[in-house]
């Protein structure tokens, strides 16, 4: 087997109409240049038309509740595939809550690759609900 000092560059396909370059070194070591990371600012427009749109004209029931978090979550999913984050498993957390005046804390921990993965979240209100809505983004190699 010949011995090649450098190293060499091919382009791959990522998308349909993207590109991504991995260099190949001598030693067997490769490495790809990914697109860059989950846009949060895109992601954060996607989830507050999602809001507005399916909450504004919402009461708080808590029969209703569930079924409309799981319809919410939906949305916003089917929403930011459509903006192309096709390489990137989605996570949406949606959580919706009587609008009574009180304060309300949320947290979450992800173990993930900091240079691609990422999440954006928002909130929305009205006098009688608020919800809370975050979606992660993880890129799946």
């Keep these: 087997m010949p011995n090649y000092d450098g190293q060499f ?20 070591v490769w490495s790809c240049c990914l697109p860059g990371r989950l ?26 509740v569930p079924s409309l978090t799981r319809s919410v979550s939906d949305s916003i999913k089917d929403k930011v595939k459509e903006v192309g ?19 309300v804390k949320m947290a979450a921990r992800c173990f993930w690759d900091a240079d691609t993965d990422s999440y954006a979240q928002d909130i ?6 608020f919800c809370v ?8 190699y």
Excluded at 133 to 140: L, N, R, S
């Design 133 to 140: 809505a975050a979606v992660f983004g993880c890129f799946h």
């Design 85 to 103: 984050f096709d390489r990137y498993k989605l996570v949406v957390q949606v959580v919706i809550g009587e609008q009574r005046g009180e304060g």
């Design 39 to 64: 846009k949060a600012g895109v992601v954060k427009e996607c989830i507050q038309q999602v809001l507005k749109a399916e909450l504004a004209s919402k009461q708080y029931d808590p029969e209703e």
């Design 9 to 28: 560059t091919i382009m791959m396909p990522y998308t349909s109409n993207e590109m991504i370059r991995c260099d190949i070194h001598c030693n067997g």
């Design 124 to 129: 929305y209100m009205n006098d009688s609900l």
